[in-house]
């Protein structure tokens, strides 16, 4: 059998990416996690990530098995993708403003502090981190790239889970359809709280 696509659910922090997660999970696409960050007040649903993927830049190999299963990744590790597996990439973009402010609530809940970089710098950082993220996933071999906005899913789940659904179907190898509806069931807007 040939391998599917790595699913890869990347963007900055707070962008929506366990949002994301949760969707793809509700399609029975299999979350690549480990359970070692639980659920708490800034993520009530769970943050679906898997530790090693963190070490990626040192130790691709978490993702050297992950065929069909969907990885949480951070923009600056998409450069680290390993080479060999063909990846499906949903990139999630939210106003930087929205971004700091979700950041900082969550920092002080932690009461731990943030970058020393204004906020002025850190969005002209973020963004050019972005564009250097996208140019890289554009130019792999064996890759395929969807973007979403935060806002977008949030404001009509229906027709986000349509836009998955259709680039699902596009995917090499992909074995089935994706379920829409139980994907927009799986949006919460009340979990929308930096506006």
């Not at 890869?8 to 997660?21: E, N, Q």
């Not at 050297?64 to 680290?80: C, E, M, Q, T, W």
């Not at 993708?81 to 403003?97: C, E, S, W």
């Not at 949030?154 to 680039?167: S, W």
Request: hydrophobic share 40%.
């Amino acid at each position: 059998m040939t391998d599917q696509p790595t699913i890869i659910v990347s963007g900055l922090p707070r962008s929506g990416t366990s949002m994301m997660m949760q969707m793809l999970a509700a399609a029975s696409i299999e979350p690549l996690t480990d359970n070692h960050r639980t659920p708490d007040p800034d993520n009530p649903k769970g943050y679906y990530e898997h530790q090693a993927i963190k070490a990626l830049a040192r130790d691709p190999s978490p993702l050297l098995n992950a065929s069909g299963k969907a990885a949480k990744v951070i923009h600056r590790l998409l450069a680290h993708l390993p080479d060999g597996p063909t990846y499906a990439i949903i990139f999630l973009h939210r106003d930087i403003d929205q971004v700091l402010a979700s950041q900082s609530a969550m920092l002080e809940r932690l009461n731990r502090s943030g970058a020393k970089l204004d906020t002025a710098r850190l969005a002209v950082l973020y963004q050019n981190e972005i564009a250097a993220a996208l140019t890289n996933a554009r130019a792999r071999p064996n890759t395929h790239l969807l973007e979403l906005t935060h806002a977008d899913v949030l404001a009509d789940p229906t027709n986000a889970a349509t836009q998955l659904t259709e680039f699902f179907a596009t995917l090499p190898n992909w074995p089935h359809p994706l379920d829409p509806a139980a994907m927009a069931r799986a949006v919460d807007p009340k979990l929308h709280r930096q506006k």
